[in-house]
């Protein structure tokens, strides 16, 4: 169902934006969004590979150049809902072969999902062949699912629930985010975020910090390689902020 509109307008945080940036390199058009290998990144040699699914492609293409410097990007952006990027990976083989169009040896590959991306990743997680590819992945305010007769219907988690306790266990890593926006038809990121602490056992430690971009920090929890960290805001700009700031996240990957 289609997110209720919000009638909240928001102006107190400072909502500030990244500078649309343009990143020199060359870029191939795959079966599926847009490679681009950044100016130095050389063939023969293993370069961080960010896959990022949902949002203009400048923006996870300037935050991987920052974290990494010679990396490549493939920037895959479909369309509305989390269900056209479920439905683009349906095929378990899908995945496999759209890294394997890459002109390069990639390590590390990391996954990053803005808002309705984090459909695309949670697919990609359900089939296990696919982790041998995957160092981490980031899920940025996106984790969503449905509601059944009024409760989270939590069987779409289940691969997201696999792949943290991975992480915890540092084998993996994941880095989730969330802000306090409750779309009413479906259940929201903080819900989702509940849920995969409880099935973790972790419990967020309350916090008051700054966060990037004059983002507010209001909870956080750590375990292994796995973090969650909570966010104030129940507006669009506040949603927005977390795309924004998509550097900071990928600076904590390791």
């Known amino acids: 169902m289609p997110q209720n509109p919000s009638p909240i307008v928001e102006h107190v945080r400072a909502h500030r934006r990244v500078p649309r940036t343009e990143v020199q390199g060359e870029r191939h058009a795959l079966s599926l969004g847009t490679l681009l290998i950044a100016k130095g ?16 492609s400048w923006m996870p293409e300037h935050a991987a150049v920052r974290r990494w410097h010679k990396a490549a990007v493939l920037a895959v952006h479909i369309g509305a809902g989390s269900g056209v990027y479920t439905q683009a990976f349906a095929d378990p083989s899908r995945f496999g072969r759209l890294l394997d169009e890459a002109p390069l040896h990639c390590r590390p590959v990391v996954l990053s999902g803005f808002s309705a991306g984090c459909g695309a990743i949670r697919e990609i997680l359900k089939h296990r062949p696919n982790w041998d590819r995957i160092d981490a992945v980031v899920l940025i305010d996106g984790i969503h699912t449905s509601y059944v007769d009024g409760k989270l219907d939590t069987e779409p988690l289940a691969p997201l629930v696999a792949f943290a306790r991975e992480a915890a266990a540092a084998r993996k890593q994941m880095i989730v985010t969330h802000s306090e926006i409750f779309p009413g038809t479906f259940a929201s990121t903080t819900e989702t975020a509940d849920f995969l602490l409880s099935e973790l056992g972790l419990k967020r430690q ?49």
Request: aromatic content about 10%; overall charge positive.
């Open 206 to 254: 309350a916090v008051v910090k700054w966060g990037p971009l004059g983002m507010q920090l209001v909870g956080q929890v750590r375990a292994g390689r796995f973090e969650l960290l909570s966010f104030a805001g129940n507006s669009a700009p506040d949603h927005v902020d977390h795309f924004h700031t998509l550097e900071y996240w990928l600076k904590r990957v390791k």
């Open 41 to 56: 990144a050389e063939q023969g040699r293993a370069t961080p590979l960010l896959v990022h699914f949902h949002g203009a």
